[in-house]
């Protein structure tokens, strides 16, 4: 009842008899770009200013989440007495 019925002579899928055709294009590389010693420098020096920034960045905010904490906790103990 629960088991799929499959048909008695499955139809094979057509076979291609035609042979395409163009040729498939052929695949450029990549255009060269030149780079020189100043663009490296300026790449290597963006890439430390700016990890340099996510890094303050972070380290302010953990810092301000451990002030939160601690004036919260100052807060509470003043509400309590």
Do not use: C, E, N, W
């Not at 451990?66 to 103990?77: E, H, K, N, P, T």
């Amino acid at each position: 009842m629960f088991l799929p019925k499959y048909p008695d002579s499955p139809t094979p899928p057509p076979a291609h008899t035609r042979a395409p055709t163009d040729p498939a294009p052929a695949r450029r590389g990549l255009p060269s770009l030149p780079v020189d010693q100043k663009t490296v420098a300026t790449v290597l020096v963006a890439g430390v200013v700016l990890t340099a920034l996510l890094a303050a960045v972070a380290v302010t905010a953990i810092s301000v989440a451990v002030a939160a904490v601690v004036v919260r906790s100052l807060l509470r103990d003043q509400y309590r007495r």
